[in-house]
């Protein structure tokens, strides 16, 4: 949160920024319906794949899109949250050792919700940002061919 004069109140998980407009960038980052979530809702749509939750709160890990029917959980991460292993994004230099430790609690917590979905015998599968822009139809296709391999079992 902000107040006048560029002072911030904080909740005490991140360190006070140095700069505001990179205070302004990170704050304006969402945990929900972020532009891949919605490019690949909307393609989901457009082929008729309906039946799915967003977010479902009932479902370990809340997975991004849940696909209730055929227990397919789809988790779409940005790149920079969850260290993508193809654009391998450099961390941040100042605040590093917050930065490494933030990062570090994210991939666990990462391969938790799907280690909890598999246990109650779900299919994971999870997109990354830099990989829909690229070509969300390739990503749908990989969404189809679970929905497909769960539904000859």
């Not at 002072?7 to 205070?23: C, L, Q």
């Not at 654009?87 to 280690?115: G, H, M, T, V």
């Amino acid at each position: 949160m902000k107040k006048d004069n560029n002072i911030f109140i904080r909740d005490g998980r991140a360190p006070i920024p140095r700069n505001v407009n990179i205070s302004r960038v990170m704050s304006a980052n969402r945990a929900k319906n972020t532009k891949p979530e919605l490019l690949i809702r909307n393609e989901l749509y457009k082929r008729e794949i309906r039946g799915y939750r967003i977010h479902p709160k009932n479902i370990p890990g809340k997975p991004d899109i849940a696909l209730t029917r055929n227990k397919i959980g789809i988790f779409i991460n940005g790149c920079f949250w969850h260290r993508c292993p193809y654009c391998k994004l450099k961390i941040p230099q100042s605040n590093k050792y917050f930065w490494e430790n933030k990062f570090a609690k994210n991939k666990e917590r990462d391969k938790r919700k799907i280690y909890e979905l598999k246990r109650m015998g779900w299919v994971t599968l999870t997109l990354w940002e830099c990989q829909i822009k690229k070509d969300v139809n390739k990503q749908i296709l990989k969404i189809e061919k679970k929905i497909k391999d769960k539904d000859a079992k």
